[in-house]
T-cell receptor, first 115, second 114 residues
């Protein structure tokens, strides 16, 4: 079974500092995509960043970047210059395969950015 | 505005009642989904439709019945509501449903069954 694991239920960081959220997954596929979603207290689910497994270069979106280690099946999210508005639940997600693709989510990491 | 919109935002009802949640997307996407987020924030897929055709049906009680009148709409009807149905229900859409394109989520419907 394909699974996604986020081992840090909660994390906190000081404003302007850098924090890394971890995610590991299990798959037998070779080509796939990985996603990080953010859910602030407003409840809205927002795409943060997407990584294509066949690309060796790590994806970057402004202050958000990933450290993708395909062999280790690791997909961590780095947030630089943390801002108060980054306070949210962060979910790592990975599509299963087999003809009926569906996105499987990790259990989430609750990130609090402190002033 | 282009978006995934779902109504209502909040739904409070009593056990045994029947309720519906509506979802519409104007992004031109082919695939729509229903996800359930429980009290521990765990998100799990319930259903997926591609061009009005059901393609994913997870282990969900048959009291839950999705309906897709066209590819821009996916509604969720729930019969005989139970306490355990209390959760946040998210509608989402994606371009292809192949796992390559990201999901675009509605703002969720918080269902409370008393």
């Amino acid at each position: 079974a394909q699974t996604v694991t986020q081992s840090q239920p909660e994390m906190s960081v000081q404003e302007a500092e850098t924090v890394t959220l971890s995610c590991t997954y299990d798959t037998s596929e070779n080509n796939y995509y990985l996603f990080w979603y953010k859910q602030p207290p407003s409840r809205q689910m927002i795409l943060v960043i997407r990584q294509e497994a066949y690309k060796q270069q790590n994806a970057t979106e402004n202050r958000f970047s990933v450290n993708f280690q395909k062999a280790a099946k690791s997909f961590s999210l780095k947030i630089s210059d943390s801002q108060l508005g980054d306070t949210a639940m962060y979910f790592c997600a990975f599509p299963t395969s087999g003809g009926s693709e569906k996105l499987v989510f990790g259990k989430g990491t609750k990130l609090t950015v402190n002033p | 505005d282009t978006a995934v919109s779902q109504t209502p935002k909040y739904l409070v009802t009593q056990m045994g009642n029947d309720k519906s949640i509506k979802c519409e997307q104007n992004l031109g996407h082919d695939t729509m989904y229903w996800y359930k987020q429980d009290s521990k924030k765990f998100l799990k897929i319930m259903f997926s439709y591609n061009n009005k055709e059901l393609i994913i049906n997870e282990t969900v009680p048959n009291r839950f019945s999705p309906k897709s009148p066209d590819k821009a709409h996916l509604n969720l009807h729930i019969n005989s509501l139970e306490l355990g149905d209390s959760a946040v229900y998210f509608c989402a859409s994606s371009q292809s449903g192949t796992g390559r394109s990201p999901l675009h989520f509605g703002n969720g419907t918080r269902l409370t069954v008393t």
